[in-house]
């Protein structure tokens, strides 16, 4: 009986967790036009937009996002009669997209990274974003860069070197190496 009742909960886990990894893609790719455009209009790297889009409501599944369109986790005024919420309201998906870059723009804590970071270094500005006040939570940033890359939304931004940076610094050659006669290597090859 407990192994039937473990097996059930162990299946039912993974359906849910293979679901939410599909509802995130599918998020991703519904979002991701958007999040591009305003990549190139306001110099901010769209795997930012999706990293931040996707934690804050949960890839378009939590309450605030079916109810209130709000992607972002903004506060404020909304005329729900659907949830009691301290959250804002938008007509629209965009709308909250949109909401969200005027925010940044407009908040001096925030609007200095479009010129320090441009739309390429997505970890310096979730740091940055985090630094500003945006997310109360120590461990905001390192959660949306955790899903920059699981997702590789990087891929999506204006900068073609994103993905040897997730790889880290490369350890410098320290030895020299000789060339190789050409006589040498016609020996190897004939072996």
Same mark, same amino acid.
């Given at each position: %009986?407990?192994?039937?009742?473990?097996?059930?909960?162990?299946?039912?886990?993974?359906?849910?967790?293979? +679901?939410?990894?599909?509802?995130?893609?599918?998020?991703?790719?519904?979002?991701?036009?958007?999040? !591009?455009?305003? %990549?190139?209009?306001? @110099?901010?790297?769209?795997?930012?937009?999706?990293?931040?889009?996707?934690?804050?409501?949960?890839?378009?599944?939590?309450?605030? /996002?079916?109810?209130?369109?709000?992607?972002?986790?903004?506060?404020?005024? @909304?005329?729900? $009669?659907?949830?009691?919420?301290?959250?804002?309201?938008?007509?629209?998906?965009?709308?909250?997209?949109?909401?969200?870059?005027?925010?940044?723009? *407009?908040?001096?804590?925030?609007?200095? =990274?479009?010129?320090?970071?441009?739309?390429?270094?997505?970890?310096?500005? +979730?740091?940055?974003? !985090?630094?500003?006040?945006? /997310?109360?939570?120590? =461990?905001?940033? *390192?959660?949306?860069? /955790?899903?920059?890359?699981?997702?590789?939304?990087?891929?999506?931004?204006?900068?073609?070197? +994103? +993905?040897?940076?997730?790889?880290?610094?490369?350890?410098?050659?320290? $030895?020299?190496?000789?060339?190789?006669?050409?006589?040498?290597?016609?020996?190897?090859?004939?072996?």
């Amino acid at each position: %009986m407990v192994k039937k009742f473990l097996f059930v909960l162990l299946s039912v886990g993974l359906l849910h967790f293979g +679901a939410s990894a599909q509802t995130t893609r599918n998020y991703i790719e519904e979002n991701l036009p958007l999040a !591009q455009r305003l %990549m190139r209009e306001n @110099n901010i790297p769209a795997s930012i937009i999706l990293g931040i889009a996707i934690h804050e409501s949960a890839a378009g599944t939590s309450k605030i /996002a079916r109810y209130l369109n709000n992607h972002f986790g903004v506060k404020g005024q @909304n005329d729900s $009669k659907q949830i009691r919420s301290s959250y804002k309201g938008y007509n629209s998906v965009e709308d909250s997209y949109h909401h969200f870059i005027d925010f940044l723009q *407009s908040r001096t804590t925030f609007s200095n =990274l479009f010129a320090k970071y441009g739309g390429s270094d997505y970890a310096s500005w +979730a740091k940055g974003i !985090q630094r500003g006040g945006y /997310a109360h939570s120590k =461990l905001w940033s *390192s959660q949306v860069i /955790a899903l920059i890359k699981k997702y590789e939304l990087f891929k999506y931004d204006n900068d073609p070197n +994103a +993905a040897m940076r997730m790889l880290g610094p490369v350890a410098p050659i320290t $030895k020299k190496l000789k060339p190789t006669p050409v006589s040498k290597v016609k020996l190897i090859n004939e072996k």
